[in-house]
């Protein structure tokens, strides 16, 4: 059985069930334009890539097959 690091440590009630990008929605700095990729390095089962287009910033992608839901990625995201 797998258990992420947060429910482990603060119990299952304390892991939201939504993805990372649809949580952040609009505020999503990646798909405003910014630089950033925190939810993607913070995801131990890489269920967060990033696209790469020419000219633009790389958008962030959910695997909703590898995503656990652990909310490792909520707790580093700055939006």
Wanted: proline share 5%; hydrophobic share 40%; with cysteine.
């Amino acid at each position: 059985m797998s258990v992420s690091r947060r429910a482990f440590l603060f119990g299952a009630s304390a892991v939201p069930q939504r993805h990372a990008v649809s949580v952040a929605g609009e505020r999503c700095l990646a798909l405003s334009g910014v630089v950033c990729r925190n939810c993607g390095d913070a995801c131990d089962t890489r269920a967060i890539q990033f696209l790469y287009a020419t000219g633009g910033v790389p958008r962030p992608v959910v695997d909703a097959q590898r995503c656990t839901a652990c909310g490792d990625c909520l707790s580093v995201c700055p939006a």
